[in-house]
């Protein structure tokens, strides 16, 4: 990652927050540092990276921060007002992400967020005019910490209705280290019961068994998205933890060796009052290679008073207004050498 790790801090004031702070910045501290300055605007950014050639695997290891958000496109209850579209941009940049993945949205927010994010972000070159990146994700990368190699596309999923599912994939270098990895992006079907779940598994392994005939260099992976899935009964099984824990892949919190936030849902329902249990359908998974130094469910806290009877008692509140009815996940992984 680069020279602004002193701008990571764990979002919120959870309880595990100072703690986690202390444990985060020491990870960070092991971070590479080295930057290529991109001064360019988009366009220039990728035709620059369609000859450059890619820096060289070294053998030391590479940290950096890596995530997911569901942005919500389109909600009644939010809009997609200049406003939210700067909120969702600010949210981006706090995460200091040097690679996320975006789901819900579609081509026109993908260019009013890039609009908003650039030159410190871009995409990779995937989607198309009808916006299949509304089920697939997006991702957005920094292009002065990474370069966006040849292997990219999208894996149709197996879709029961609704609009197709797809998975986004693309390979990068990351500059200063020259750590060749692939990210993916995926947003699966939602649902409750058994019968979704059996979506879920189906429509995950096709995107494990899919990504592994195209990774023939057997580089690192991470699977960051929506999974709509998560431990919890109505889902009666967790598919896609199953699936991907099958192929070799782990969940970040339950790799990470410090975690900030752990126990706020990913969803939080556009409700002030914290919906809380550490239940995330937004997650990362990582190969089996890559370390997880830190994860964490990003939050955006005030601290208000109330009087309880005679008493008045300090309450943790979501801030207002909501930047989308999901939290960001955001991990600090450590790529091994190559």
Sequence with gaps: MSNRNHDLQPAGNASTAAPARRRMVAACAL?????????????????????????????SSTSMMVGTFNVHNGSSSLGNSRGRLDR????????????????????AMRDQLTARLRPTYTYSLLGDARGINMTGGLIFYRPDSLYAGQTQGTVPLPTPSGPQRFALYQDFYHRSSGAHFLFVSVHLANGDGRAASDWRSVQARKMAIRIAEINKSALPVIIGGDMNSNRGAKYVYDAPRQVLQANGFGEVFDRATARANANFNSFNRLARNPPKGGYRPDQIYVSGSIGVQYAETMVRIVVKKKRVGSKVKKVKLYRTPFVSDHNPIRSIVTIPGQ
């Design 31 to 59: 971070m590479t540092s080295a930057t290529l300055v991109v001064a360019t605007g988009i366009a220039g950014v990728h035709s620059a990276e369609a000859t450059t050639p890619a820096p060289q695997p070294r053998s």
């Design 88 to 107: 969702i941009a600010a949210e981006i940049r706090r995460g200091a992400f040097e690679v996320v993945g975006i789901q819900e949205a579609d081509t």
